[in-house]
């Protein structure tokens, strides 16, 4: 299990822990402390939590590498008893964007660690860069538990999370297969997910969410009145308030705008929310407000 200071390092995340290496060796070290290997010398991390990655992320990265280079190298450590053979602890998308780019050699960070500093690292780096989805870090988590017998007050330690967040994720773990697919797929976050856990229907309260765009506090009133009513075989009901014209008037700005829009009108006030993924969707919001 790791130490404290360990811990420390690891709590300020990957670019610490790299510029610790170069603190705690003399300034002509520091330019051996990052080196160049062919890329057919690395390997992916098998237990690297991150098992999904977008054909048009690598695809975008890959251009970027093919223009500029990969400007952050990628950490590694030697495999035992293999000759020229290094496993990614960090970085693999860069990896495989710099096979895509048809590049020879790549910039890496060669460290010591074992199997745990291993999926500890592979875990922060992607956690901090919001990398993984909730599944994948669930499964993160489970495997810190599992393999290392890592406490959940351990596990918030090292990755920067507090033990809640870590509890609350581990949990997910629970859900149906089907649900936690929606899940990975970015169709449901994590915070739909939870309202999920422990419900008989689960797997269909999930389609309806997905196909109806639902929020998470919409999820919480339709998840309450499932709890009050066991039978498995009812269609969902969506949440209390909203008549047929308001669904339908929902359903047409979701069309429209391309993005999931919920609207909670009561007695000729209310608001509308238009969800967003990511910041280009945003921007998009705001360029159609403003009339652009």
Known sequence: MADEATRSRLGRGLAALIGDVGEESQSTERVKAQRRLPIEFLRPNPRNPRRAFAESELAELAASVHEHGIIQPILVRALR????????????????????????????V???????????FAIIENVQRADLNAIEEAMGYEALVTEFKHSQDDIAQIVGKSRS??????????LPEQVKAHVRAGKLSAGHARMLIGQANAEQLAEDIVARGLNVRQVE?????????????????PPAGKDADTLALEKRLTDALGLAVTIDHHEGTGTVHVKYRDYHQLDEIIRRLEGK
């Open 81 to 108: 008893g293999v000759t020229n053979a290094y496993e990614i602890i960090a970085g693999e998308r860069r990896w495989r964007a710099a096979q895509r780019a048809a590049l020879h050699d790549v910039p890496v």
């Open 110 to 120: 060669v460290i010591e660690a074992s199997d745990e500093q291993s999926l500890e």
């Open 165 to 174: 967040h870590v509890a609350n994720t581990l949990r997910l773990l629970k």
């Open 221 to 237: 009133a339709l998840a309450r009145e499932e709890s009050k009513s066991p039978s498995k075989g009812r269609k969902a009901r």
